[in-house]
């Protein structure tokens, strides 16, 4: 609303409310009726016209002359009432027209103009009873046809009324009182331009009539034209200050519009018309925003008293004690309203939807009927529609009490007689979908869309019926179209990131669960929507949180601990994944999947025999359940069991649809069985499948190398090298293979970036679970070449190369004489000086091994692996700020084309100086520009742990252990974590995991002690309880 206009109708609201006294004293100071003011000249020759014609009628009859006096009594008592109405003295009027009916009871207009006046002051029971007689009169004169047409109208007929009003308006054309009834009548039914232009009539002819200006004023707040509202109340409340109906039609504007103005209106109102149920209604409904329930329930409790028999009072207050949870208060006023006539379809309706929330179905059923009746008999241009509203909420409530071929009867009706609704084509769709008649229900979606194209509802049914067809881009632009329809739509998030979870977009899958889920917190199976995308993105902790609140809110319990074990699993919690494991298997003990997922816990932390176990069950459960032929495959390998292992795995690429991961581990298990050709031909099928995929190169050019093709296998690792995420092992092999090609500054670039890695690493193969043996070792692969590389004694790297191989093997004083002959033959190779700087560290020579990394830097000043394998001695010497110095010019080296390595070792020399802060921030820097590096994972953990933010260390150490699965280190730092997190027995498993991939005696001895260490945490706290 406008300023001005709020601005006026506080003033007439202010001059009507604050001079109540002087109002009230001026009142009682009149004369007990109001005298009747002189008639125009028209409606004088009017009644003139009507006493001829009782003249008339008299003339020679029986008629006494009592009966002629009392009719002349009565019309001038009619005129006086007629004179207070239209002024809004609905009192004095009243008490005129008793005395105009005690005078002639014939009077048919009196009776009407009555009815008028009781319903406006609220007195419906008079109004009902003054009515019944003028309906019944039969007399075609003017006053009496108009008494007619406002009976019908006031009775709930207005479309009758109409024919009465326009023939009494073309005799008439100035008959004010014929322009409100059929204002009154157009209002009704539903014409509020037509309503305003009557009353607009109605108060030209008599500007001084009050009442039609009110009535004005009302129709204009129906039509949302507020400021006209209040410009005609105003003149009415500076002209009658006693005028109770002007205050109740002020009391709903300043409600509609959040003013607490309001209540001094409805005050006032009630004051002058103590005996109005609906201003009290009004009021106790205005308090109830406020949240004041006591004056609410006596403002209810005199509506009840004053209009027992009236529907209104009973179905609001039933209607709010049931939204205000008092639910047996309120339903015991529903019922009692349910025996009483309804005023109008649209409150029956209203009412059934109440007692339909609160369960009452038959009762709900009854009241839809009711409303059903009122909506057919209902002239107005929207019944059909109303009487297809009655219909489908009786058809919802038949189908909730179980009468589901009773509710199909009510929807096919209802979208008979509403057609143009797609509301009716909407419910029964949704219907027909339970019946599980998709082919019906899509094409009552497609009705209801074309004739509102925007329907997000209808978008959601029939996208969920084309996804489950197949069809899921179609369904996917339902439902885009959905969302941008009804952007809060949550149900259409979460179905188009299934169907982008389905095809493997997690990404975009992830957005929409999110966006879901923040539109509805508590909808359990977005939740577990969101927390199995979470686990697909490896983000585990907030996939866990996501899951947690799923099982708060009591959805699916099998898949939510199902995918929270595998969470919980992926971050080395197995204890606890192992529980969650049970429980889901408890629940559904025949799922397929659920064995397949225990399989899998089991696998990923070596305990082979069980893992076995699970997946026999699996693959018992569902003979085409290719990821438990897989595992289990995986799972015979670890055993040693390759004959098995070969078949599983076989078996897993038929039945999978993209056998990727299949048909790579069956060429790495045909390896190992020593059948290199069929190992070639299974990773060659995973590569038409997946020409990206780095590992399934790595692992052809294995098999290459393993049947004596060097140059196909040198150039397969050197592609899986750089699609995939770096592995020492993969590095190893590329340096073997560049040898037997006799290109040894290759190999020796290999061997390099393997050491990077993991100066421990020694075998050629990431194997599937058994030991590797000497097949791969790499100096065992070295030796064998000896003959061709002492061939090529002139090619300085050659004796890199044969050095290298005695370093690995930790035969270091040999392994430097090499390197010392590779500087003889040439005194600026900068790769000798990194090598021969390395076997001097690893005997503890630092000073020496300083001097050769220090000539390495001079001679490549712009190689970071110059830089980078110096930072490493001066880290190991403790020498931090000199080695940071040197990682800085690392880092600058590598301005254009970020290194990882470089912000790992900054990193590490930022964490031993205890710069947390600085260091984590390397280790992000690497993460983002070497997503896979499992050594920024471990560091970035490192700055976790040490921050006592265990969670966030348990995330970054299992991303290292998945990237690193043979670094025993990194198994360590995550029992560790569990220690201090108190979950000794995933720390347990994790140094039995580390014990099992470090074999060396010293480390042995220490995981064992930790084991025992932890054990003993366990016993002591299982004994405490």
Request: hydrophobic share 40%; glycine share 6%.
């Amino acid at each position: 609303m406008k300023t001005r206009t709020l601005r006026t109708l506080a003033l007439a609201s202010a001059a009507a409310l604050f001079t109540g006294a002087a109002a009230e004293a001026a009142r009682s100071a009149r004369p007990r009726r109001t005298q009747a003011s002189e008639p125009p000249p028209r409606e004088e020759e009017a009644r003139e016209d009507l006493r001829r014609e009782d003249a008339k009628r008299d003339r020679g009859s029986a008629r006494p002359l009592k009966r002629r006096r009392g009719r002349e009594a009565s019309l001038e008592a009619y005129d006086a009432a007629l004179t207070a109405y239209r002024l809004g003295d609905f009192n004095a009027a009243e008490q005129a027209l008793a005395e105009a009916i005690d005078a002639d009871d014939d009077y048919m207009p009196a009776l009407a103009l009555r009815a008028q006046v009781r319903g406006a002051a609220g007195d419906d029971d008079g109004m009902r009873r003054d009515l019944v007689r003028p309906l019944k009169n039969t007399r075609s004169d003017q006053d009496f046809r108009r008494a007619r047409a406002d009976a019908k109208t006031l009775s709930g007929r207005p479309a009758e009324a109409l024919k009465d009003y326009d023939l009494v308006v073309e005799k008439d054309p100035g008959d004010a009182e014929a322009y409100l009834g059929r204002g009154r009548a157009r209002r009704a039914l539903g014409d509020l331009d037509g309503a305003i232009e009557d009353f607009g009539r109605a108060v030209k002819e008599r500007p001084d009539h009050m009442t039609a200006r009110v009535h004005l004023a009302r129709a204009y707040a129906d039509a949302d034209k507020i400021p006209q509202a209040v410009k005609e109340l105003t003149r009415v409340l500076n002209s009658n200050r006693d005028f109770s109906m002007a205050y109740e039609v002020l009391a709903r504007i300043l409600a509609g519009q959040g003013d607490d103005r309001a209540f001094a209106a409805w005050s006032r109102a009630i004051q002058l018309s103590p005996e109005n149920s609906r201003v009290r209604v009004g009021r106790a409904l205005m308090y109830l925003k406020k949240g004041n329930k006591t004056l609410a329930g006596k403002d209810f409790a005199e509506a009840v008293r004053i209009a027992p028999a009236d529907f209104s009072p009973l179905y609001h207050r039933g209607e709010s004690w049931c939204r205000l949870g008092m639910v047996d208060d309120g339903l015991a006023d529903l019922k009692a309203a349910l025996k009483l006539e309804v005023p109008d379809a649209e409150a029956a309706t209203a009412m059934g939807d109440r007692l339909a929330e609160n369960k009452l179905l038959k009762e709900a059923v009854a009241m839809y009927t009711k409303a059903l009746t009122a909506a057919l008999s209902d002239p107005r241009a929207g019944s059909k529609r109303l009487a297809g509203r009655a219909l489908r909420r009786r058809a919802a409530a038949r189908e909730a009490d179980g009468e589901a071929k009773a509710a199909l009867t009510d929807l096919t009706a209802a979208v008979a007689a509403a057609p143009e609704d797609p509301e009716g084509w909407l419910d029964r769709a949704a219907l027909y979908e339970k019946f599980f008649e998709p082919r019906r229900a899509q094409a009552d979606y497609d009705k209801a869309l074309a004739l509102k194209p925007d329907l997000a509802a209808a978008l959601l049914g029939r996208a969920g019926i084309l996804a489950a067809a197949g069809r899921t881009e179609d369904a996917e632009a339902d439902l885009t179209a959905a969302i941008k329809a009804e952007p809060k739509l949550a149900a259409a998030y979460d179905r188009r990131g299934r169907i982008a979870a389905g095809r493997g977009a997690w990404d975009e899958a992830l957005k929409d669960f999110v966006k879901s889920v923040e539109l509805e917190p508590g909808d359990a199976e977005a939740l577990l929507d969101l927390g199995i995308a979470r686990l697909r993105k490896k983000e585990f902790w907030k996939a866990i949180a996501a899951l947690d609140r799923s099982l708060q809110q009591k959805g699916p319990a099998a898949p939510a601990k199902a995918a929270r074990a595998e969470a919980r699993a992926a971050l080395g919690m197995t204890h606890q994944a192992f529980d969650d494991l049970e429980e889901a298997l408890r629940a559904d003990p025949k799922s397929a999947e659920l064995q397949t997922l225990a399989g899998y816990v089991q696998l990923k932390t070596r305990i082979y025999p069980e893992a076995v176990r699970s997946l026999d069950r699996a693959v018992a459960l569902d003979r085409k359940a290719a990821r438990a032929y897989h595992l289990r495959g995986l799972a015979h390998a670890g055993l040693g069991e390759l004959a098995d292992a070969v078949d599983d795995l076989h078996r897993a690429a038929t039945l999978a649809p993209r056998p990727v991961e299949e048909l790579v581990d069956l060429c790495h298990a045909e390896r190992l069985r020593g059948r290199a050709s069929r190992a070639i031909d299974a990773c060659s099928k995973a590569l038409q499948i997946d020409g990206d995929r780095g590992w399934a190169y790595i692992q052809r050019g294995l098999a290459y190398l393993a049947n004596g093709d060097a140059s196909r296998a040198a150039r397969d690792l050197d592609d899986g090298a750089r699609l995939d995420p770096p592995r020492p092992q993969a590095h190893l092999a590329r340096a073997i293979a560049h040898a037997a090609l006799r290109q040894y500054k290759e190999s020796d670039r290999a061997y390099r970036q393997a050491m990077a890695l993991d100066p421990g690493a020694k075998s050629a193969d990431l194997t599937l679970g058994e030991d590797p043996g000497p097949a791969w070792d790499f100096r065992a692969r070295i030796d064998a070449m000896g003959s061709s590389i002492e061939q090529d004694a002139d090619d300085p790297y050659s004796y890199l190369v044969r050095g290298n191989a005695l370093h690995n093997a930790g035969l270091y004083d040999q392994a430097i004489l090499e390197y010392t002959r590779a500087l003889e033959a040439d005194g600026r190779m900068t790769a000798a000086y990194l090598a021969r700087g390395s076997a001097l560290a690893a005997q503890d020579s630092l000073d020496a091994a300083e001097q050769d990394f220090r000539r390495a830097v001079q001679l490549a000043p712009a190689d970071p692996m110059t830089h980078l394998s110096l930072v490493t001695l001066l880290t190991a010497r403790r020498k931090y700020g000199d080695g940071l110095k040197a990682g800085i010019i690392a880092l600058k080296a590598q301005a254009d084309s970020p290194y990882a390595e470089s912000f790992v070792k900054a990193g590490n020399l930022r964490f031993f100086l205890k710069e947390l802060d600085r260091a984590q921030e390397n280790y992000e820097y690497a993460v983002k520009f070497a997503p896979d590096h499992a050594a920024a994972h471990n560091g970035l953990g490192l700055c976790h742990f040490s921050r006592k933010r265990y969670e966030k260390a348990l995330e970054s150490f299992s991303r290292a252990v998945e990237l690193h699965p043979d670094h025993d280190r990194y198994y360590r730092n995550r029992a560790s974590t569990f220690v201090n997190m108190g979950q000794f027995e995933n720390a347990v498993a994790d140094y039995k995991v580390a014990l099992g991939v470090n074999k060396d005696s010293a480390m042995v001895e220490e995981y064992q002690r930790l084991i025992e260490a932890s054990q003993a945490r366990v016993g002591a706290r299982v004994s405490s309880k």
